[in-house]
């Protein structure tokens, strides 16, 4: 019985036999030294991008690190210890998605497009008062819906998540107390709306109730303010409840919000954005299922008291 080695080159087939299966046994030997080699090559130009991008050396990190730590509880003491008056616009779009699946063998899939996506918008004139340790935050609700309303001393009307006083965000993570629950690493540097930042990766030291898991933090290397707090929401009050019921039908959570701090007056950054983003993974799940999305926007500011005073 005649069995005939069939290579395929290009979406081609040879037959080789001879002279022509030598020839093709070192076609295959060099094209697997070629993907060597290319394989080599790029992993030599990505530690060059990446050095290239600002990413740091071990030395580099140690003796920068302790340095940025320094600066960045500087920074928290003086937004703790500040005395505030302001007021802006805060709006919050809310989208729930409800998907539509079905089982292929022992997964389930989820249907490409949702079935139907619940949505919730609201507009709040949002004002926040600190003297001394006491703050009050209050709100009048203007828009819900598209329906104007003039609701006094509003509460949040969000289904999924909600942020109090995303302001003192940085304080959480970056105080001189909060440094000792904490690891920091050095990430690399980068470049974030036309400033220069340290990217830091921070985790706690040991398990924390009412505090981020893991979080990444983007500070600027001028003044040391922070201009992004990313963070892994197994915090998040109601986590716990949460879970517990999405792991009744097999599914994990997964949790992740993200605080913007764009806007600046007299040396201290004010939130401009927070965007929580909820998703679930299984074992009986292909992929993650995003379940919903909250954009708290907060926007047209209006300063009346912005004092820094360090004891």
Known sequence: MNYNIFISIDGRQYVPGGKDLKFWGLMIKLKRFLFFLVLVLGTILNLFINQGNGSLNPNSQKQNLADILKKCSQYCERLAQSSLFFVCEEKIEERIFRFQYYWWGKYRYLSENPQKIDKNTCLYDYQLIKKGNKIKERRILLEENGKKKNEKNAELKTKRFFSRRPIFGPVGLLSKDS???????????????????????????????????????????????????????????????????AAKQGLSPSLKATHYYYTKEKGLRFPSKTVFEEAYSGATIRGKWKKSSTIITYDNYRFFTVEVKIK
């Open 179 to 245: 440094q000792e629950l904490y690891d920091y690493n050095i990430l690399k540097e980068d470049t974030l709306e036309g400033r220069k930042v340290f990217i830091l990766e921070t985790k706690p030291k040991t398990k924390m109730k009412n505090r981020p898991s893991y979080g990444k933090i983007w500070i600027d290397q001028e003044d040391s303010s922070v201009l992004i707090i990313e963070t892994e929401e197994k915090s998040l009050v109601g986590y716990d409840i949460l879970s517990k019921e």
